[in-house]
């Protein structure tokens, strides 16, 4: 392991912070705030993990993560997002994600979702989900089958496309 972390974000604040905070660590950090310039740097400085952003200014990380991996399998990723949903998730594990964290995350949570450890140690919570989250995550599912089209996602479950742009443009409903 070469400790070289690469973080993919289009927040370019969050970025330079995380990066900082990893570099106070003994890491060596690189930035990336896009998919092409993203794929250059996992070519140029090889890096041995990487956080990336779920969804980015008209990119989705969901899309760059195999292209990541053909350029390294070994990459260890964690994805990040500020909107998260079992589906993304689920998608994000089966895509070759190592591990999926809900944003704010903290620099000590995002290095121990690097290790293979931090998945087991997932707590289940006792509560159910709610039923606006169930319909929140239902179309996350649908959008991401639709490759993020909003309009033909609209289309397969039955709303109009602003109702459903509204309802996107939400945060995610808490549990």
């Known amino acids: 392991m070469n400790n070289r972390v690469l973080v993919i974000d289009d927040d370019p604040v969050f970025t330079r912070v995380l990066a900082r905070s990893l570099r106070k660590r003994g890491l060596e950090v690189e930035q990336s705030h896009n998919s092409q310039q993203a794929l ?7 890096p041995d993990r990487v956080t990336l952003d779920l969804k980015m200014i008209n990119e989705s990380g969901l899309q760059l993560l195999p292209e990541l991996l053909k350029l390294n399998p070994t990459l260890n990723i ?64 649908v959008l991401a089958e639709n490759d993020g089209n ?20 939400k945060r995610p409903v808490q549990r």
């Open 40 to 46: 250059q740097l996992v070519r140029d400085f090889q």
């Open 78 to 141: 964690v994805v990040l997002t500020g909107y998260s949903s079992i589906a993304t998730a689920v998608q994000a594990m089966k895509l070759g994600a190592s591990n999926y964290l809900c944003k704010p995350a903290n620099t000590e949570d995002i290095l121990a979702a690097f290790s293979a450890q931090a998945i087991a140690d997932v707590d289940v919570a006792d509560n159910p989900v709610s039923v606006n989250r169930l319909e929140w995550e239902h179309i996350q599912k």
């Open 150 to 169: 909003v309009s033909a996602t609209a289309r397969a479950l039955g709303m109009h496309r602003r109702t459903l742009q509204r309802k996107l443009s």
